[in-house]
């Protein structure tokens, strides 16, 4: 069984009872491609997620339109003003494996209080070039961790995209998220960034990952 | 000859290839020393066995001491390049809470210049850094403590992520 989409490297549905109940027009694809114009929107054409975002499925996670409303389609100048201080702050931080930080508390609230939007906002400015490598790193370690249906292919996406980011601390967060993630249907994403991947210490993390993500399934 | 491991806090402050051009001019990158920590001009590290057998647990004890479980990354070197350094080392019982692994703790005793000298060497001569996962460390904090080398009070970790 085929657990990614061979043309997007995009998970496939969870399971097959929920196929058939959405399109290419579905309000979650909507959703995604909202998502998309706000990420474009804050970066440019540049920054914009280089894949095929507007394939998902509204029953890939179930959860995305339901849950989600208009309010969400853009980012609240607010929002984004928090999130860019957030990041700047965490810039000052000094981050340890294991070890929460202002920095994670403050991510994960705006995560929780925010949701899709918020990780509009996140994606749009780690997109922007304008955080710093170890504080991005981290966020997509933390963001990772989180478990929400809703926005899980925002974050799927976001870590994608990493995994190709001009820093290997940013692709070393991004590793280490799919590892977080633990879902088999990274491997395939995982071994096509190995390919490119030029740091041997990367190209081993991923191996480790990609085994991790054998036993997983 | 022994082998020394060091826990590190960043994986990347340890890419070689980020190394090169520091050690080409026989100098060393700043950012690694951020991951040795020193305390009373000492720097906390662990002998392994050749067999690399207690590699695992030792990084364990170290890792378990944080507010959760995570992946943790480690450096492994020679003796060779602290006896190229001059730095002395001492045996320190450690302070993890395995008491099985306290006895291979050691005490670096380190100079600024020697810290230095230490990282150009650990980047130079030791191993790529490596990681054990979080999925395999929850796999052994779990069965560390079902055989009572880690205490029970870990036991919630395991369920926090």
Known sequence: ?????AATNLPEPVS?????????????????????????????????????????????????AQSSTLADEKVSPALSQEVRELFDDGAREFFQDGMESIFSRSLLKILHDHGQEAVTAIAGYLLSGSAKPDVTSEALRWISDIDDRATFLQRWDLLRHSLHNESA????????AFANMNDPRASKILAEAR?????AELRKLIDQVIRQLEHAR | MALLLRTVDKDYRWFKEAAAEFLAHDDSPADPIADLKTDKNR????????????????????????????????VVFDSKVIEEAGIGIEEVVGTTKDAGVNNWHRDLVLSGKKLAALAKGILRDGEEVSRILRDRMVQLVDQGIKDGELPEEFKEKLTKK
């Open chain 1, 169 to 176: 601390r940013v692709r070393d967060g991004a590793i280490l």
């Open chain 1, 16 to 64: 097959s009872t929920d196929k058939g109940t959405g399109t290419n027009t579905s309000p979650g694809s909507f959703m995604a491609r909202i998502v998309l114009g706000a990420v474009m929107a804050a970066t440019g054409p540049e920054g914009c997620l280089p894949f095929g975002i507007s394939r998902f499925r509204r029953w890939d996670y179930g959860t995305t």
């Open chain 2, 43 to 74: 720097l906390s590290v662990y002998v392994i066995s050749d067999d690399r057998s207690n590699l695992e647990r030792i990084v364990r004890a170290v890792a378990v001491g944080r507010h959760r479980i995570d992946h943790a990354a480690y």
């Open chain 1, 1 to 5: 069984m085929g657990l990614i989409n």
């Open chain 1, 195 to 199: 390919t490119l991947e030029p740091v």
